[in-house]
């Protein structure tokens, strides 16, 4: 039961944001990052832990702000993956500006396959996105969400542009 009622919380989410401007998208992302951050103290905790072995000069003052900052970033990037997930194409295209695409083509005409690393900064699934309609679609290696129903969707956004999901 409650996988469906996320998945229902969710797709209500979608149909809010594709209305909202931008920058109210942003905000709310923010303060859902911020409310996570505040109420779901398993992951603050493994912030913090991963924080202070990452970072252990550092005050715990400094490192509780990073904390903050990437609930914040990352709730951010669910309600703009789910705006951006609701473009068309042209739309998807405008909406971005890319540095290195040439380096990709180049890398392509070569013919032995491309590898591409990335880490969770930035908007790693909007580029994934993009890099289909600019360059060629990718094959892209995730971990399965927890909730089928979350996961199914997420995986339906990720091969909107024609990539795969490993």
């Keep these: 039961m409650r996988h469906r009622l996320e998945y229902a919380a969710v797709r209500a989410l979608i149909v809010a944001v594709r209305v909202m401007p931008v920058r109210l998208v942003r905000a709310c992302g923010t303060a859902l990052g911020l409310a996570f951050y505040?109420?779901?103290?398993?992951?603050?905790?493994?912030?913090?832990?991963?924080?202070?072995?990452?970072?252990p000069a550092r005050p715990a003052r400094e490192r509780r702000a990073i904390a903050?900052?990437?609930f914040g970033h990352?709730?951010?990037?669910?309600f703009e993956l789910l705006r951006f997930a609701t473009l068309t194409p042209e739309r998807m295209l405008a909406s971005v500006?890319?540095?290195?695409?040439?380096?990709?083509?180049?890398?392509?005409a070569q013919g032995k396959g491309v590898l591409f690393v990335t880490g969770h900064f930035g908007y790693w699934e909007i580029q994934a996105?993009?890099?289909?309609?600019?360059?060629?679609?990718?094959?892209?290696?995730?971990?399965?969400?927890?909730n089928p129903y979350l996961n199914r969707l997420l995986e339906t956004i990720?091969?909107?542009?024609?990539n795969t999901v490993v």
């Design 129 to 146: 996105m993009v890099h289909a309609l600019q360059v060629e679609p990718v094959a892209i290696l995730a971990r399965a969400l927890d």
């Design 97 to 108: 500006e890319v540095d290195g695409v040439e380096r990709s083509r180049l890398a392509y």
């Design 74 to 78: 990352f709730g951010r990037l669910l």
């Design 38 to 55: 505040t109420l779901d103290g398993a992951h603050r905790r493994i912030a913090h832990r991963n924080l202070a072995a990452a970072f």
């Design 68 to 70: 903050r900052a990437a």
């Design 158 to 162: 990720r091969q909107r542009t024609g």
